[in-house]
């Protein structure tokens, strides 16, 4: 499965950057045929000019030709644009390079046979004479050669102008494309990891019903022995353990069920006024035997001089509850708890700060997603479904409280939440 999702991602990611380099290519092409489409264009223009200047002379001249040699014949024995003023010649090669589409700027010169110029517009760039459009205007078997040299002010940004609309929309399906590869693969990876989380999710929930089941079932078979049956007190003992591990199952059943309330936004809360120490107190006193067990201590220091607070009492106790559960779990060896609060402002901050094994940065990054567990080395180390601290930060968030998490790998973790205090 997961060579088959890299070789998707490696495919898609090839077909995009190919994608994207044919558009690159293809821009540039489109560039460079604008070019040459507008060089044509004043190449035609000026060889209009050049057919204008011509046919004004003979008009000017009252010639009157039945043929195109002795047309031509004419125009290299007698024709000299020194006839026109500059302004007449500006406006014919400006008519032509309108006719054509062409409205920029532009400078000429008409040079003789030495390539010296008898008549130039007055902002004419002598030094770009060799970069000017050029055409000659007598035949080329003239003796009187001139040649008109016209050099147009081309706007940098002309062709890209001129092409905008092509080169937006291309940026436009290209940035489409991108978005749409980016959304695929975020897609590929969600689902990526939503298949690893129901196969963890699964694996706790077999792991975590398999323990009380095969409980009741021994339970239940040492029932059914001829030596417990008529024992009162063997048989209470088995009855009670049945009912304890049934209370087991069910506070799990009820964790996925509490989930998917929280999914659908189905629990409301009951606000009233809540003592929040009272609250702590009562919670770190049922956890103190689990703590005991696991031969640690817990200590409490609840300086908050501002305790009271409007909440949920049974999911504000539950909040408190798994921080401490977690911290339990997660423990090393010589476990200690130390549980405070203190005013931050108008809020009450409770932290709850362990010793036990720490989380990475990626581990406090994703710490409140539903299902989520942090690696322990053995996946089952430690029970439980993910649901946890998901449950905390809906909750908190419910109350319009904040949750924030520090911790450091091999060292401990920091739980410290702010409640809106009341008094």
Known sequence: MRKVFTLIVLLITLSVLGIILIQMFWIKDAISLKQAQFQREVNISIAQARESLQTRYIQLKNQFFTSEDDKEFYLANHFTSQIFSK?????????????????????????????FPIILSDAFPMQNLGTSYVTRLTPFNSDLQETLYVYVREDKNYILRNMAWMIIASIVFTA?????FALTVRTLFNQKKLSEIKSDFINNMTHELKTPLATISLAIDALTNQKVINDTDKIRYYSAMIKEENKRM?????????????????IKLNLQPLDAHQVIQKVTDNLLLQIQEKQGTISLKLD????????????????????????????????HIEVETHMAGNNIAIRIRDNGIGMTKETQYRIFEKFYRAHTGNIHNVKGFGLGLSYVKAMVDAHHAKIKVE?????????????????
């Open 176 to 180: 489409i494309i991108l978005s749409a």
């Open 87 to 115: 302004d007449d010649i500006s406006q014919i090669i400006d008519r032509s390079l309108k006719k054509n589409n062409i409205k920029q700027p532009f400078e000429f010169c008409i040079t003789n046979y030495f390539k």
């Open 407 to 423: 911790s450091v790998l091999g060292k401990g973790s920091t739980f410290t939440i702010y409640m809106p205090a009341t008094s």
């Open 304 to 335: 908050a001089a501002k305790h009271n607070i409007e909440a949920d009492e049974v999911h504000f106790a539950n909040i408190i509850f798994n921080l401490l559960d977690n911290a339990i779990k997660y423990s090393k060896d010589n476990l």
């Open 250 to 266: 069910n506070k799990q059943v009820e964790k996925i069920l509490q989930a998917a309330r929280l999914e659908r936004q189905d």
